[in-house]
């Protein structure tokens, strides 16, 4: 999802080419992740929170933690959600892209 798409740079040009508007934050839990209601949803945030499993605005948290003193592995702790977990078919180059359906016969 993060990924460059065939023909475009990055997820951001694959939107601007398509003539999406850029997205904005809506949602409940918005005030527990320090995110302003309405703003615009950056690549970066896209990356971090679905590529990533990490907090939208990560960077920020881990350059406070460390501006806290704090080590390099407890400013990464600061942005994680949970655990990471790579997955395989969205990082294969011969991947199309979508996780193995739960219907589609193994090979």
Known sequence: ?????AGHAGLADYYAAKGESPGRWFGAALGALDLEIGSQVAETHMRNLLGEG??????????????????????????????????????????????????????
Request: charged share 20%; hydrophobic share 25%.
């Open 54 to 107: 990490r907090h939208p605005d990560a960077e920020r948290l881990e350059n406070a933690a460390l501006d806290e003193g704090k080590s390099v592995e407890q400013a990464n702790t600061a942005s994680q959600f949970g655990r990471f977990a790579p997955t395989t078919w969205a990082t294969s180059p011969s991947s199309s892209g979508r996780p193995p359906s739960a219907t589609s016969p193994t090979t």
């Open 1 to 5: 999802m993060t990924r460059p798409t």
